[in-house]
């Protein structure tokens, strides 16, 4: 099985697709999605009740993932189980043969009405970090065993000062790489990864950034405005709002960003949201050319969008 740990430990420029599991989705329809985006990229991750979304418990998923052959890429967080239960999911995810995690603090969102249980945070991040690098250090050389760590990031221009002290601390607890939250600046993502450069910080973990082919002005506006830590420019939201196809718009757009952050020094890799329709993130592949012709065969970019 092709496994996302191994692609970023062989530093070929690695490529995931994140599940999107909407509304009442059925589990047939969730595996679909991720049946239909494996062969073309090196995991498929499954997050975590995010925006306080419930969803399918990520251990589940993941166990699901792997009866299918599709290596899964795990996140757990801080907010929503103590360190009793995140120890309990750990080894569980060990023993199933799981080999990456991205493990987060957890975000609260604004609006506290839209909250359906208190959050705990029982351990911090860089505590979960190290209690699942511990796990791995307790079964060396098991296949399956041992756990390639995320972490997330966000974006952002530094100041002169800033030493990503808060990378360098999970960096030390474990982690091995990072991954951005969305991110459709590429100059200002570029200014970020020289600073990550110039620290030596990348000697230490790898930067995965994660994009999304946007469907058109709507989910364009939502990720500007509401979506915590995403960065994006005006001028793709005037791209779409103009275009006579958006959908097959933010195609292209994420397929000329996926090949020009690809080009930046220290990035090792990018995430696709699948924002429920995985065809445009196959398509954005395609259309990149970043994946082997091998694996990128089937429908062109105009069958797969109609």
Known sequence: MRTFARALASNSFTVTA????LGNMRVGEILQQAKEMAPFVDGVQVTENPQHRMQM???????????????PVTHLNCRDRNRRAL????????DLG???????????????GVLTGKPVYDINCRELIAM???????QPGEPGQEFMIGTSAIVFRPNAGWKAEL??????AGARFLQTQPCFSVPMLSHFMQRLVGLRATWKFAVVVTLAPLPGLEAARWQFEDAQGTVIPKTIINELATAPD????????????????AAIPGVSGV???TLGNPSAVIAAIEASGLRPAALVKGAGMDQIIR
């Open 57 to 71: 418990s990520p251990l589940a998923m993941a166990t699901l993932l792997l009866r299918e052959g599709i290596d």
């Open 132 to 138: 699942a690098a511990q796990m791995s250090e307790k």
């Open 18 to 21: 994140e599940l999107s599991p």
């Open 167 to 172: 990378y360098q601390t999970r960096a030390k």
């Open 98 to 112: 799981v080999s990456s995690l991205i493990l987060n603090r957890g975000n609260l969102l604004q609006n506290p």
């Open 246 to 261: 958006p959908v097959k718009t933010g195609i292209e757009i994420c397929a000329r960003q996926m090949q020009e952050i």
């Open 271 to 273: 995430n696709l949201l």
């Open 87 to 94: 120890q309990s999911d750990l080894a569980g995810l060990r």
